[in-house]
């Protein structure tokens, strides 16, 4: 065929949740191009936590366009960049007061691996089974959520180790026991697969997201800052997606009484403009190498425009606060859904990030039938996605300003669904 009959189209290999195609978004809702209204329960995979379209970001962004759409940061400093610099300083955990602005999670995970080799002159990470942590290279190399995002391009980046994360339903044992576990098994590892004289830093989310919205606990995550402090290690807290008020706390490391030496977010920050920052103290920050830290879009000026009105707006409207109670209200039906549906075998997470796990007569986990259930859902005009190693987790995963109404559809759809599908 000759070029003048050539058209474009989107990679095959990307696949989309749903058959929905979007004009536009309005708080809670996305709107089709066939003027279908969905409720999304999906907020762009942790992204919109201001609901789609908020007034006061779009005004920001709207605003910042019209004067300075890109100012390269290692070129010239912006206002937005700095005042946005300056507010993260101020939310963040003990002495984190330097900023690192890249455009996606898996850049600032990538940032946070080279700073903590750098830092510390070690070149272990360890990273914890069933964590997610991007798809570029070394973010990849550190992720095991899913077989799927490693496949077909093995070997991976030396340097990572993997250690037990506390997964009560995968081993069987109480939350307790099942932290104890994984810390004497961390032990082991420190023992005989990465001497702390090699370790850098223990990387881990304070919930896992991609595995199923898995809360690591206040025992595991105090074991983690006891041995990062015994070995002269860093604790680097992934929060692109448990972050900026999603676990009903800003930061849900905060749950657990532990402050991590790095932070990362990304997702929820500037309210679906591509924003990720990397937050550490300056005795850390300034061990990485010169020349170490960079990109082209990195804190662009309507992205840093848009993250500010996402901080005003979240103070403004306790976003956080509704995320803790509405949350709370949609574990409380989850739990009785998972009382009377054979096929939800758990519930798990916290604030506005649960999944359900659904498995079939015998027990093992069914992805097929979660796909089929998300389906349904769609059929109904509700929007969600799946996680976990097998697709068998539906995740709830609305916009922060969600009401309790909107909770309260997207469960009884739910459960029109599982009906519909059995």
Not at 129 to 154: C, D, K, Y
Not at 157 to 181: C, K
Not at 214 to 222: L, S
Not at 290 to 297: C, K, M, R
Request: aromatic share 6%; glycine share 10%.
């Amino acid at each position: 065929m000759s070029d003048a009959h050539k058209t474009g189209a989107i990679s095959p290999l990307l696949k989309q949740s749903s058959e929905v195609v979007a004009e536009r978004g309005e708080g809670a809702y996305i709107i089709g191009t066939d003027g279908r209204r969905y409720l999304d329960f999906t907020s762009g995979i942790g992204v919109t936590a201001t609901g789609h379209c908020h007034p006061k970001v779009v005004e920001a962004a709207q605003r910042q366009a019209a004067t300075l759409v890109h100012g390269q940061y290692a070129i010239v400093r912006h206002p937005p960049m700095v005042r946005l610099a300056e507010r993260l300083g101020e939310i963040m955990p003990g002495a984190i007061d330097r900023i690192f602005f890249s455009n996606a999670g898996t850049e600032a995970c990538e940032t946070a691996l080279r700073l903590a080799r750098q830092a510390t002159g070690r070149p272990n990470i360890i990273v914890f089974q069933g964590g997610f942590h991007g798809r570029t290279m070394g973010s990849l190399s550190m992720t095991s959520s899913s077989v799927g995002l490693r496949a077909g391009v093995q070997p991976m980046m030396g340097g990572t180790v993997f250690a037990p994360f506390p997964n009560a339903r995968r081993y069987g044992w109480d939350d307790e026991e099942t932290a104890e576990f994984c810390l004497r098994e961390l032990d082991h590892i420190l023992a005989t697969q990465s001497s702390p004289a090699e370790s850098a830093a223990f990387f881990v989310e304070p919930i896992q997201g991609e595995a199923g919205y898995i809360p690591a606990g206040r025992t595991f995550m105090q074991g983690l800052r006891e041995r990062a402090d015994r070995h002269g290690m860093l604790l680097i807290a992934d929060e692109v997606q448990s972050g900026y008020g999603r676990s009903g706390a800003f930061w849900a490391h905060s749950h657990f009484d532990v402050e991590p030496d790095v932070v990362v977010t990304a997702k929820g920050l500037a309210s679906g403009f591509p924003l990720s920052a990397v937050a550490a103290p300056e005795a850390i920050m300034e061990r990485g190498w010169p020349a170490s830290q960079g990109g082209t879009y990195g804190g662009n000026a309507v992205a840093c425009a848009a993250a500010l009105a996402t901080l005003e707006v979240i103070e403004e409207e306790g976003l956080v606060e509704n995320a803790r109670e509405q949350g709370a209200h949609l574990r409380r039906r989850l739990d009785a859904l998972c009382a009377e549906e054979p096929a939800i075998a758990h519930v798990q997470g916290m604030g506005l990030m649960h999944g359900t796990e659904l498995v079939d007569e015998q027990g093992r986990p069914d992805g097929d039938r979660a796909a089929r259930v998300l389906k349904a859902m769609e059929e109904r005009d509700v929007l969600m996605i799946r996680c976990g190693p097998q697709g068998q987790i539906v995740r709830w995963l609305p916009q922060l300003i969600v009401t309790r109404e909107e909770v309260d559809r997207a469960v009884d759809t739910f459960a029109q669904a599982l009906r519909a599908t059995a």
